[in-house]
């Protein structure tokens, strides 16, 4: 597992876009990014595109608002969820942020499926 100064760079993946982003050092995150790659068919819910993925967790420091950008996992649905708006439908577990234009997601459509996996090398620096 990377050492705390190593980051973890992920590419989330859903129709024609394509973001790079970035785990936190939680557990929650620990263990999505044990579990990649992952993906899944995307609800669209207010600001927010969200779908279940293998990971079981309980609420560990949940936020019941998290700023544009943010990834979270949802722990009532079992969900990774990708924050293009500010408020969850429930507290979540922050486990990331993207490290492009949040509002890009608002172009998924629901059900498009959206895919998580390790960040290549090269897309790494």
């Not at 590419?11 to 899944?40: C, F, H, Q, V, Y």
Request: net charge negative; charged share 25%; glycine share 10%.
């Amino acid at each position: 597992m990377p050492g705390k100064a190593e980051s973890r760079r992920i590419r989330l993946s859903a129709g024609k876009l394509r973001m790079l982003a970035e785990l936190n050092d939680t557990e929650t995150a620990d263990r999505i990014w044990e579990a990649l790659p992952i993906d899944g068919k995307g609800q669209v819910w207010g600001d927010e595109i969200y779908f279940a993925i293998p990971v079981k967790m309980p609420e560990q420091d949940g936020q019941r608002t998290v700023p544009s950008g943010t990834l979270a996992y949802w722990p009532p649905g079992h969900a990774f969820c990708i924050f293009f708006g500010q408020t969850p439908y429930s507290a979540v577990n922050v486990v990331g942020k993207l490290l492009g234009t949040p509002e890009d997601w608002k172009k998924v459509k629901d059900g498009t499926e959206v895919a998580i996996e390790k960040a290549p090398e090269q897309e790494k620096a």
